[in-house]
Structures are given as structure tokens and as C-alpha cells.
């Protein structure tokens, strides 16, 4: 089945700085690739995703690019805010596979004002 | 839009007890539905996947015997927690799917068994 690592586990960046979290997948039939902002107790949030036909997709501050010869994608936050600060975590979907999510470990921003 | 609504939000039960958690897609028709689990500080793991009509499948080392997982319509699906022990103590969460890629999270169910 498809495995995703994410890259770092916590991530700490000053108020302003940009940041980014990585993200790989095994499976070269995945074909989507949402990301999802999670603050303490609270739903996942879907921020941005982007399809395998698609190398980078922004959206304001939050821009998401994909590698799929590496099987890699990104999520780059720029300008970061306090309100920033929560888990990230990446997914993959593999094609026809009921559209069943598989999801990385997930990454705790802090953002320090 | 796409509004996902879970009941309840938390519940303490007896261990031995069988406990129910629903999930409600409240402005759109779910073709399927999702059903996961979180640890604190740990990533979602997906439990099982439901669509309407027909039988939930369960993921590898699930117990479909213990949760169960009934999808009546195309807004709600249900989770029973059977039997329940304090291993089973956890964050449950729900989402739904249109018929695009995109999932919709419920806002979870802490369950704690005494």
C-alpha cells in the first residue's frame, strides 16, 4: 500500500519567516495530494491540494508543489502568523482506490511572535 | 459548504459498554464516508470506508466485529464502539467525500472508557 513520510516532525520559525514541511510518497499511482491544518482538539482543516497533473498551486500565503518523478510534494507557508501555528499534515491518494487518504505523521508548527 | 457534523462530541462510558458515534453530512450527499482514529499527538489511521448501501471496508488489523459501521443513507453513517475497553480510549473523527477527491472532517468524538 502507499506510505507517506513527512518531513520535520516540529518546525519552529520567528513571525514573518517562511516555512516548509516535505513530504514523500511510495506509490507512483497516487494522483492527489491534499494538505491539512489541525490546531489542538479541533477537525482537520483542508488548506490546499493539488492533483498529479499540476507541478505548484498557491493560494495567498500557502503554495503547495509537486515532484512526481521524486514522488515528493511541499508545502511552503510564507509570511507565517501566530495563527499559523498547528499540525500540518500531508496526504496521498492513490488512483482508484476508492479515494481512501493515506497520511504522513504530521508536522508541529510554532510560530513565535 | 461541505459540512460535517459528529455527535457526539464526547462521551465517557464503563468498560463492557457499547458506545455510538454519528456523522452527518449536513449541506451535501456523501457517496462515502471515512472513519479514523487519532492518538494524542499522533497522525490519523484510517479505521474503514463506508458508502451507502453496502458493507463498510474495514483496514488491515480493524476489528469489524468490535466497530461497526452502518451507512444508511447519504448523510449519515454511524460507529459502534462494542465492548468497549480502555484501550479502545481515543479521538474518533469522521469525514465525508463528494463525488471529487476532496474530504471533509467531522469535529471528532473523544471517547473515554473507564
Known amino acids: 500500500g502507499e506510505n507517506v513520510e513527512q518531513h520535520p516532525s516540529t518546525l519552529s520559525v520567528q513571525e514573518g519567516d517562511s516555512a516548509v514541511i516535505k513530504c514523500t510518497y511510495s506509490d507512483s499511482a497516487s494522483n492527489y495530494f491534499p494538505w491539512y491544518k489541525q490546531e489542538l482538539g479541533k477537525r482537520p482543516q483542508l488548506i490546499i491540494d493539488?492533483?498529479?497533473?499540476?507541478g505548484e498551486k498557491k493560494d495567498q500565503r500557502i503554495a503547495v508543489t509537486l515532484n512526481k518523478t521524486a514522488k515528493h510534494f511541499s508545502l511552503h507557508i510564507t509570511e507565517t502568523q501566530p495563527e499559523d501555528s498547528a499540525v500540518y499534515f500531508c496526504?496521498?491518494?492513490?488512483?482508484?482506490?476508492?479515494?481512501?487518504?493515506?497520511f504522513g505523521k504530521g508536522t508541529l508548527l510554532t510560530v513565535n511572535p | 459548504g461541505a459540512v460535517v457534523s459528529q455527535h457526539p462530541s464526547w462521551v465517557i462510558c464503563k468498560s463492557g459498554t457499547s458506545v455510538k458515534i454519528e456523522c452527518r453530512s449536513l449541506d451535501f450527499q456523501a457517496t462515502t464516508m471515512f472513519w479514523y482514529r487519532q492518538f494524542p499527538k499522533q497522525s490519523l489511521m484510517l479505521m474503514a470506508t463506508s458508502n451507502e448501501g453496502s458493507k463498510a471496508t474495514y483496514e488491515q488489523g480493524v476489528e469489524k466485529d468490535k466497530f461497526l459501521i452502518n451507512h444508511a443513507s447519504l448523510t449519515l453513517s454511524t460507529l459502534t464502539v462494542t465492548s468497549a475497553h480502555p484501550e479502545d480510549s481515543s479521538f474518533y473523527i469522521c469525514?465525508?467525500?463528494?463525488?471529487?477527491?476532496?474530504?471533509?472532517f467531522g469535529p471528532g468524538t473523544r471517547l473515554t472508557v473507564l
Open positions: 496526504a496521498a491518494r492513490v488512483g482508484g482506490s476508492n479515494y481512501k487518504l493515506t
Open positions: 469525514s465525508a467525500s463528494l463525488v471529487t477527491d476532496t474530504q471533509y
Open positions: 493539488i492533483r498529479s497533473n499540476v
